[in-house]
């Protein structure tokens, strides 16, 4: 009678773990907001790689950026110390709290930015039933996500104005779409994949 009841007391306790290889909200919810966790919340683009920076020619790129430059002041990100005719413009102390500085290889298309917050999974709308593709098991997965305890910098009109997409990705839901990949330990996004 008791090895009965032990039996069934650890089948019990195997169904009540989670199997991390399962196709499931859980699993994708967890996989997600690992990826969402690896990133540096929301970021914003620094115009120029050094500093103090001055934008010297009119090409629609340098008035995009004298823009951004301009906008990035008005919250006491940079600081203007040239002339309104050639504007030159330097970091500021406070900038230091939120700029990410990108890698050494200007080559690889990353630029510095100001990044704050952080992305937080809000809910799984659907996802796709696993299957194989180039020899591993994947799901696509579209989900919602929000920014939270960002600086209120990020939600300043002029910063918005100045960045297009910006308002999209500071609203209440955003979409996101995510391909997941099946390992050994279960589901992982496949930026995190290696």
Known sequence: MWKTALVVGAAALLAGCQDSRQANEENFSTAIQSYLDSRDGLCVGVPGRSYPYQAEHDSPLIVEDRARLAALASVGLVRQVGTEQAPRYELTPQADTYLRRAGSEPSQGERDAFCTGRLVLKRINYFTEPASAGGFTVS?????????????????????????????????????QARLILTNKGWVHQNLFR
């Not at 920014?147 to 104005?161: H, S």
């Open 140 to 176: 696509q997965v579209n989900y919602v996500y929000h920014l939270a305890d960002a600086a209120p910098w990020i939600t300043d009109g002029a910063v918005l104005d100045a960045y297009e997409d910006l308002r999209a990705l500071t609203a209440p839901e955003v979409q996101g």
